[in-house]
T-cell receptor, first 111, second 114 residues
Framework: DAKTTQPTSMDCAEGRAANLPCNHS???????VYWYRQIHSQGPQYIIH???NNETNEMASLIITEDRKSSTLILPHATLRDTAVYYC????????????FGGGTRLMVKP | KAGVTQTPRYLIKTRGQQVTLSCSPI?????VSWYQQTPGQGLQFLFE???????NKGNFPGRFSGRQFSNSRSEMNVSTLELGDSALYLC?????????????FGEGSWLTVV
């Protein structure tokens, strides 16, 4: 399975864009990149996912490099409520709905 | 639309007892999966059910079991509880089993074993 590497922690100033990187250099052509976040003591919250093209929704944007070996989740205007652990996950075709979570990035948004 | 609902939210059990946790998926979702989250091991996949059949299983002992009902509701059971079973147990659901289906999580059930 494609493994992901994320920084352990990051800080961001409130109101600024938060750019969270993820490396998935062994990803295969048909594997999706999913992002979730987990606010303390709550269940993981789905943010966005993509295959090849960049994606945007009301929460965030996902930029996937052309070679698909890395991606960046962008929160355009971070707020204090965006403080959470962010998980980048590669979903593989033969794993059904099994998600493999790594350690994620602990994003701290500061006033 | 209601999200994934888990009950109970908090419970305390004694070592050696058993526990049953319940999950109601999002309406229309047919796939349910369970995860365990501990400070030491992080989020780990337990098992997945689709159409009342277990489709995938994580690396957990046989004390951990689950089932899915015809209405897609699911329960998981842990027998002979150990202190190390103290964790947040998360249920997740999706429309189908394909990897293009988005998975949505509930708020979890906090289990403390004393």
């Amino acid at each position: 399975d494609a493994k992901t590497t994320q920084p352990t922690s990051m800080d961001c100033a409130e109101g600024r864009a938060a750019n969270l990187p993820c490396n998935h250099s062994t990803i295969s052509g048909n594997e999706y990149v999913y992002w979730y976040r987990q606010i303390h003591s709550q269940g993981p919250q789905y943010i966005i996912h993509g295959l090849k093209n960049n994606e945007t929704n009301e929460m965030a944007s996902l930029i996937i490099t052309e070679d698909r070996k890395s991606s960046t989740l962008i929160l355009p205007h971070a707020t204090l409520r965006d403080t959470a652990v962010y998980y980048c996950i590669v979903r593989v075709p033969n794993a059904g709905n099994m998600l493999t979570f790594g350690g994620g990035t602990r994003l701290m948004v500061k006033p | 639309k209601a999200g994934v609902t888990q009950t109970p939210r908090y419970l305390i059990k004694t070592r050696g007892q058993q526990v049953t946790l319940s999950c109601s998926p999002i309406s229309g979702h047919r796939s349910v999966s369970w995860y365990q989250q501990t400070p030491g091991q992080g989020l780990q996949f337990l098992f997945e059910y689709f159409s009342e059949t277990q489709r995938n299983k994580g690396n957990f002992p046989g004390r951990f079991s689950g089932r899915q009902f015809s209405n897609s509701r699911s329960e998981m059971n842990v027998s002979t509880l150990e202190l190390g079973d103290s964790a947040l147990y998360l249920c997740a659901s999706s429309l189908g089993q394909g990897y293009g289906n988005t998975i949505y999580f509930g708020e979890g059930s906090w289990l403390t074993v004393v």
